[in-house]
């Protein structure tokens, strides 16, 4: 096109930008990476002099890239409409248009009447819940418990990383820790590694290349940190990276494209509303749209390109509201934010993790398994943790298991448990070879 000097390929990574789709929708469509599809809107964006989505649907629309949304109206009467012919209405709509009050009342009394009568016989009597006997042996089956940590603790960092399960640092009966250590599933045993340099509580942790990074958190003399902690499992040891732009504790935290997401928490002296984004490439923070509200023990997963930050304590309750937060849309400056299903229930110091399209929560009795289209929760039953347990850290591990590490029993004392259950079952199709 003349007046738009672009590659075909840009041409049709614009008319994706145009129907609203995200880097990661456009990279599934075109079989390519995000990265090659960022280099491309980087590229359309300096040919057409644009520095938005907004203005690149614009600039598309005006050079006719893609077609503009078609005005629909009412089509307009004509002066040459057939006209309806009177009709002579008949003994029956006559007495129908006179009686038609005493008729529907007549009706509405016999409704009534038999509602009444049907309500108390078998047939439309409530349904009571009949526990299912295979689908509870089914979970029972996927529940493990597993060798317990060295400490009890809670308020721990949990992090998968090459087949092991990090747990690292939090609340032990004494105080805070910096005790780090590593599960093997294979033989199933705990190994200690390097102590964190800072002993905290009231924090997690992300994956991104291949560091475990742990930001904040509360410290021995009930303070919090803005210092964040990176540790290498390769090396076996710790450095420490940009400080945060706020210290805080009891965040939200989630990864999104090799960017880490902070939400909320608390200061030490307030909950807050504040969002952050990590670049682990140039260690900077930025400042995302803030929450709605301010919360902290909230917990975060992503899921089809958003981050979904759920539940919380808003400085007086617990919360049952879900959030929906785009990325995408906060790096262009738009409205990121977006109400989603809320809860089964209130929940704070609650964990979630996601695989395969679902999240799950872990609540204080039950996992709540939230699948797309993202409209109702299932709950699935704590089959093997004991009554009263709660506020678990929880990793999930690419084989498909769920794991719960430590959190507070129901003397909120610190639990030195360790239990896993089997979210997803993974098949190995052996290659054939003719």
Request: charge should be negative; proline fraction near 6%.
């Amino acid at each position: 096109m003349e007046n738009a000097p672009l590659s075909e390929r840009e041409i049709e990574i614009l008319e994706l930008v145009s129907q609203g789709k995200s880097n990661k929708e456009i990279a599934a469509e075109l079989f390519i990476s995000v990265n090659t599809v960022k280099v491309h809107l980087s590229n359309i964006f300096a040919k057409i002099d644009v520095s938005s989505r907004t203005e690149a649907t614009l600039y598309a629309i005006e050079h006719g890239i893609v077609a503009s949304p078609a005005n629909t109206s009412a089509e307009p009467g004509t002066n040459n409409e057939m006209q309806a012919e009177a009709v002579e209405p008949n003994r029956f709509q006559l007495f129908m248009q006179k009686y038609w009050w005493s008729i529907a009342l007549v009706a509405l009394v016999l409704i009534l009447g038999l509602s009444s009568l049907l309500a108390n016989t078998p047939l439309f009597a409530a349904p009571t819940e009949t526990p299912n006997p295979y689908l509870s042996e089914l979970y029972q089956q996927r529940w493990q418990e597993l060798a317990s940590m060295s400490v009890p603790r809670a308020g721990l960092a949990a992090a998968s990383y090459s087949n092991g399960i990090y747990a690292i640092a939090g609340q032990t009966s004494e105080g805070p820790t910096n005790l780090v250590e590593r599960y093997d599933p294979q033989t199933n045993t705990w190994t200690k590694l390097a102590d964190k340099p800072t002993a905290v509580s009231e924090v997690s942790a992300v994956v991104l290349g291949e560091k475990i990074y742990v930001p904040g958190g509360k410290l021995a003399n009930g303070q919090v940190t803005n210092r964040m902690e990176v540790f290498d499992p390769r090396k076996g040891s710790w450095e420490t990276k940009a400080e945060l732009p706020l210290a805080v504790s009891g965040y939200a935290l989630a990864t999104y494209e090799g960017q880490m997401y902070l939400f909320g928490g608390w200061d030490g002296k307030q909950v807050v509303d504040h969002a952050w984004r990590y670049d682990p490439f140039n260690d900077e923070w930025h400042a995302a749209a803030d929450l709605p509200s301010a919360r902290a023990y909230a917990t975060a997963a992503e899921v089809s390109g958003k981050i979904f930050v759920m539940g919380g304590w808003d400085g007086t309750q617990d919360m049952q509201e879900n959030l929906s937060f785009d990325p995408a849309h906060d790096l262009e400056g738009e409205p990121a934010w977006q109400k989603a299903i809320d809860l089964p229930e209130a929940c704070s110091d609650c964990g979630a993790e996601s695989i395969s399209g679902m999240i799950f929560v872990i609540g204080q009795n039950a996992i709540w398994q939230l699948n797309y289209p993202y409209v109702e929760w299932i709950q699935i039953p704590f089959n093997t943790i004991p009554s009263g347990q709660h506020g678990f850290s929880s990793v999930i591990s690419p084989d498909g298991y769920l794991y719960f590490i430590g959190g507070w029993d129901e003397n909120s004392m610190p639990l030195i448990t360790f239990y896993r259950f089997r979210v997803v079952y993974m098949i190995s199709v052996p290659n054939v070879v003719k």
